[in-house]
């Protein structure tokens, strides 16, 4: 499409000359109200005052499933297929169900990215996994990676080394140790078939590997030393020891902050470090969090740390994870193509806009929200503003950049200069991702405050707003039974929840 074909009409009711606001609020579901909804218990007068003082213009929406292009309502939302379903305004077939598709039919085994990944295997070389290690769905699949590794010994690869990362976070914490052994038993299996398949290191995604928005390049240093080098504080003979073992040390220890850690033989050597001559696939079919890894491997001027070494290997992506930088140069899946976008539309019609969130979230109102774009549509018309987020963990602050970013988005709405203004606040979906009840009950409220003061002033210029969501999390923080009862250890305390939730918005 060219500009031309994105000219709009006037609109016959709402003029021009107004600013109009939008507020995300990520991780925001509408569930059972109970004690263990952060909203429902939290003070947050200003939420509370729109659904109940204007119940004809509240509605709830699907955020999940088939409703933002996912394989089955049971598939979890998540940020970025929300973002990307709300900034085009249509459902968009996402990451997961390409993937799926692909090895259903068997497109996977024939095209472009497999052909070029078959030629390392081919002259002896070894196939590395990396990525997450769940169900969870929202950034990659066991059963994805079990198929991968079945598909390439169907190929004549001899030798697999996973490097697995730990979840916790879109599936309940302790989880891990259950797909790791389901992965110790596939590797088995492969084995008794002729392909010496091994993990071969490991460690919790939110300390190991996958950082995001350039946040902490100490997680990705900490990935490489042990992926590629096998270099990490912690050795041990299987990943299943590792992970016990260290939980064993530390019992509050989260699946997602498990320790970078290398599988090593009996005599101390590392089982499967990454050697010239090798391919590396990243498994995850989500972007954010395994871009900052594919730098390292990609980029031959690279100065975010030492590698120490920078192996000549073939590495791919599960997709192409930013179209705009062509990165990964090769991949097993075509990324999805999002055109007609809001943002597009906007753009080509003088819509001049503000966007602004936090460093967690500032690719979602960017990037994703511009259908998986990097820059601007526009630097005439648009203005991106990024605060940066604290590099903790987010329950020991909960009010993470709400008032930084209510603060910037007030300004933008008073100059003037914007017509559109929008804005995501973290909170609910970072302290959420936490389990911690309390924090995530004070990191609503934080957002509740910034909401109030961006209605004032949206109200104060004449405009008008919509305050919406992309998924939900906070809004239920335990594990449930079949029958909705909270689970419960054996001491009676409720299993946290950290995921995401099936909640509308």
């Known amino acids: 499409m060219v500009a031309s074909e994105y000219q709009l009409e006037a609109h016959p009711v709402i003029p021009k000359g107004k600013p109009f606001l939008l507020v995300v609020l990520d991780g925001w579901g509408e569930n059972k109200e109970d004690e263990f909804n952060a909203i429902y218990k939290a003070e947050c007068p200003t939420i509370k005052s729109l659904k109940e003082g204007a119940p004809r213009r509240w509605r709830t929406i ?8 996912l394989p089955s309502d049971a598939d979890m939302g998540n940020s970025e297929v929300g973002h990307n379903a709300m900034g085009a305004g249509k459902i968009i077939q996402q990451g997961a169900s390409l ?3 692909a090895l259903e039919d068997g497109s996977m085994f024939t095209g472009a990215g497999w052909n070029f990944a078959k030629e390392s295997w081919a002259n002896g070389g070894t196939l590395h996994f990396i990525g997450l290690l769940s169900d969870g769905g929202v950034h990659s699949r066991t059963d994805q990676l079990f198929a991968l590794m079945y ?16 979840d916790g976070r879109d599936v309940p914490d302790g989880s891990s140790i259950k797909y790791v052994g389901q992965l110790e038993k596939e590797c088995e299996n492969l084995r008794s078939h002729g392909c010496d398949a091994k993990i071969a290191s490991g460690g919790g995604r939110m300390y190991v590997t996958m950082d995001r928005y350039e946040a902490d390049w100490n997680i990705v240093e900490r990935g490489w030393r042990a992926h590629v080098l096998g270099d990490a504080p912690n050795k041990f003979e299987s990943a299943l020891d590792a992970l016990t073992k260290l939980k064993e040390e530390n019992p509050k220890l989260n699946d997602q902050f498990y320790p970078p850690f290398v599988v090593v033989e009996k005599d101390g050597s590392p089982v499967g470090t990454i050697e010239d001559g090798d391919v590396v696939v990243n498994i995850n079919f989500r972007a954010d969090r395994v871009i900052q890894i594919s730098k390292a491997f990609e980029y031959e001027n690279f100065d975010a740390f030492d590698r120490v070494r920078w192996p000549k290997v073939k590495y791919l992506g599960m997709m192409q994870y930013d179209g705009d930088l062509k990165l990964p140069s090769n991949y097993l899946i075509a990324p999805p193509l999002i055109e007609g976008t809001s943002g597009q539309y906007l753009c080509a019609n003088g819509v001049r806009t503000f966007a602004c969130s936090e460093t967690q979230k500032f690719g979602h109102v960017t990037f994703f929200w511009n259908g998986n774009r990097s820059g601007k549509i526009s630097d005439e018309l648009e203005v991106y503003h990024e605060i940066p987020s604290d590099n903790i963990q987010f329950n020991e602050a909960p009010h993470m950049k709400a008032a930084e970013i209510a603060k910037a988005a007030r300004e933008a709405l008073l100059s003037g200069k914007f017509d559109y203004v929008r804005v995501n606040f973290a909170n609910g979906d970072m302290v959420g991702h936490t389990g911690d009840l309390e924090a995530t009950k004070r990191a609503c409220e934080a957002v509740d405050q910034g909401v109030k003061v961006l209605i004032d002033a949206v109200e104060q210029m004449g405009g008008i707003y919509l305050i919406t969501a992309d998924h939900g999390n906070c809004d239920d923080m335990a594990q449930r039974k079949k029958t909705g009862e909270p689970l419960r250890d054996e001491t009676g305390k409720v299993a946290p929840l950290t995921s995401h939730t099936l909640a509308p918005v």
Do not use: F, P
């Open 99 to 101: 993937v799926d598709n």
């Open 151 to 166: 598909g390439a010994s169907d190929h004549g690869c001899k030798r697999i080394r996973v490097h697995v990362l730990t």
């Open 62 to 69: 699907k955020a999940h499933g088939t409703a933002v292009g």
